[in-house]
């Protein structure tokens, strides 16, 4: 299942060239914001901008159109980050299923892992926007000016401050895609059969545990640190009542989440939580990001698969 574009009455010329960049819309939306169904809206509200614009005077739709998103996507983002003040507990980037990791789709697919869009959260609206724009998606100099609306002096340096922010924060070393799989099919494995000693010998020693329950669910409101501890957290999961659902209803599966290996786990009727990894240079676990908030469940719950979002 894809997200369907929106559709005007009769199918034109605007439609197709609106489809036609629709997955780069999403694709800088989704980065810039952090949460598909923002990143939705704002590629709703730009086929509406598109729509009622004169297409006439447009020389160029792609840069016309990216400009309309950027913009969105930076007041979406300023109005999102006053009301994450008072959410409960951590905030964490909603998950979205993506294609299969390919050596091909490295790069695109690291810029949308779990791992990046919570370091991109450190930024300013600007600062993620030209960020996005030139490490991702290769735009000039003069062209983000212009999509951002800001001088080319100004977009240096909002790069500049970006690149460097991201770069203190990011792993130096990661773990190679073949390592990354491995291990991840072993941390399931382990989970599921609730084997303690497994899951430790593929945590590393200062793992740390984010969950996102949005206190819609209860998660533990604070960070979840070191391995013994970790590890205990997950082995329980195999014979525990979760979310009202006993480990006999609930199943879990391997699949491609945020660009990279992860874990879904599903009850009767929805989604219950996710998982993805991050991982030191010896390859073993050092984050995991659970999300369990209902509210950012609805893309996964539905199955919708954003195929060329990494590729």
């Known amino acids: 299942m894809t997200r369907p574009v929106p559709r005007p009455q009769q199918t034109g010329p605007d439609q197709l060239t609106f489809q036609q960049y629709r997955t780069l819309l999403f694709s800088v939306a989704y980065r810039v914001l952090g949460t598909a169904a923002d990143a939705e809206d704002v590629v709703q509200d730009a086929w509406l901008k598109w729509s009622a614009a004169d297409r006439s005077q447009v020389a160029d739709p792609k840069a016309y159109l990216t400009r309309i998103v950027s913009n969105l996507s930076m007041d979406q983002l300023r109005s999102a980050r006053r009301k994450r003040e008072t959410y409960v507990g951590p905030w964490l980037p909603e998950p979205i299923l993506t294609g299969p990791d390919t050596a091909e789709g490295v790069a695109a697919s690291d810029s949308v892992s779990t791992a990046l869009l919570v370091v991109l959260e450190t930024l300013s609206p600007l600062e993620r926007a030209v960020f996005v724009l030139k490490e991702v998606f290769a735009f000039s100099y003069v062209e983000i000016a212009e999509a951002v609306e800001r001088s080319e002096a100004a977009v240096r340096q909002a790069a500049h401050r970006a690149r460097e922010h991201v770069q203190a924060r990011r792993p130096r070393f990661p773990a190679d895609r073949a390592r990354r799989r491995d ?40 960070p979840v640190n070191g391995r013994d501890t970790v590890a205990r957290w997950f082995a329980a999961l195999a014979g525990a009542t979760y979310q009202g659902l006993e480990p006999g209803q609930m199943r879990a599966e391997l699949t491609s989440v945020n660009g990279g290996p992860g874990v879904v786990f599903r009850g009767p009727d929805r989604v219950i939580a996710t998982l993805t990894f991050d991982f030191d240079p010896e390859g073993r676990i050092s984050t995991i990001h659970n999300m369990a908030n209902p509210d950012k469940l609805h893309a996964v719950t539905e199955g919708v698969r954003y195929d060329g979002l990494t590729g």
């Not at 072993?186 to 084997?195: E, I, L, S, Y």
């Open 183 to 222: 291990v991840t099919e072993r941390f399931f494995a382990a989970t599921t059969g609730g084997d303690i000693n497994a899951l430790m010998e593929l945590l590393s020693p200062d793992v740390t545990l984010w969950t996102d329950g949005g206190g819609k669910v209860r998660q533990a409101l604070k």
